[in-house]
């Protein structure tokens, strides 16, 4: 059986983390018998779904996406993304002002966010993937996944902060909770999906290194929850 693995730094060791800590170490060696085949990055977001790879010049050529799904054919996905599509930010990329400072010498730009961080807040709708894309990500992968008869397709859940992270972000949760809703909402229209919250409730500040990444204990639950629909 092949499982292939879909995710960002979360899923990936660093944060207190070596290798063998993480979710995907201890998945690969608790089945020894499957394939696990792993394509994991920092900072990237649910765009690497339907972007990169995929030969679109050849004779033969798939859909785009994580490098790609079409020619792993894999019988399980497992996907952790999201927090770096609905993240709060300090800037919106996407606006006129920003585009003119970015194109400044760096001691103009970092003098620029300095300001915003000084007299600023993170707005929730400054967001790198807005809803909408989000959302039209999900379904052109999850579409994809069901054209070519993947098994089962396992959502991690966009993990919720700890207070930690809350005090340097406080509408973080705001757009957690939104994005998770449009993943729950999805899922229901696919009936191979399973959606895991493995990092929540009452145990965040024992779950996490610096409020989000989780630790060896956070890696563990997420190892958890997988085996439960994996097995």
Same mark, same amino acid.
């Given at each position: 059986?092949?499982? +292939? ?9 660093? @944060?207190?983390?070596? $290798?063998? /800590? ?8 608790? $089945? ?7 394509? +994991?990055? %920092? ?16 004779? @033969? ?5 994580? *490098? ?16 770096? /599509?609905?993240?709060?930010?300090? &800037? ?10 970015? %194109? ?24 790198? =993937?807005?809803?909408?894309? +989000?959302?039209?990500?999900? =379904?052109?992968? +999850?579409? %994809? ?21 809350? *005090? ?13 809703? &449009? ?6 229209? $696919?009936?191979? &999906? ?7 409730? /009452? ?9 989000? @990444? ?5 890696? *563990? ?11």
């Amino acid at each position: 059986m092949k499982i +292939f693995c879909i995710g960002d730094s979360l899923a990936l060791p660093g @944060h207190t983390n070596m $290798y063998e /800590d993480t979710w995907f170490c201890k998945l690969k060696i608790h $089945y020894p018998q499957h394939d696990f085949i792993s394509f +994991f990055k %920092r900072k990237i977001t649910t765009d690497v779904l339907v972007s990169m790879g995929g030969g679109e010049n050849t004779e @033969h050529a798939f859909p785009t996406g994580a *490098d790609c799904l079409e020619y792993y054919m894999p019988n399980i996905v497992i996907v952790q993304l999201g927090i770096v /599509d609905c993240a709060p930010r300090l &800037i919106n990329d996407k606006s006129i002002i920003w585009k003119i400072v970015r %194109r400044m010498p760096n001691v103009i730009v970092n003098k620029y966010i300095n300001y915003l961080k000084k007299n600023t807040t993170r707005n929730p709708k400054n967001v790198i =993937i807005s809803e909408s894309i +989000f959302q039209s990500n999900l =379904i052109n992968y +999850f579409d %994809r996944c069901k054209k070519w008869n993947v098994d089962k397709l396992i959502y991690i859940s966009i993990a919720i902060p700890s207070q930690e992270m809350v *005090d340097k972000n406080s509408t973080i949760i705001e757009n957690v909770v939104k994005f998770n809703n &449009i993943i729950k909402t999805l899922a229901k229209n $696919y009936n191979f &999906i399973d959606v895991i919250e493995p990092l929540k409730g /009452d145990i965040l500040e024992d779950i996490y290194e610096d409020g989000y @990444h989780p630790n060896p204990k956070g890696n *563990d639950l997420v190892f958890q929850a997988l085996v439960s629909h994996i097995s």
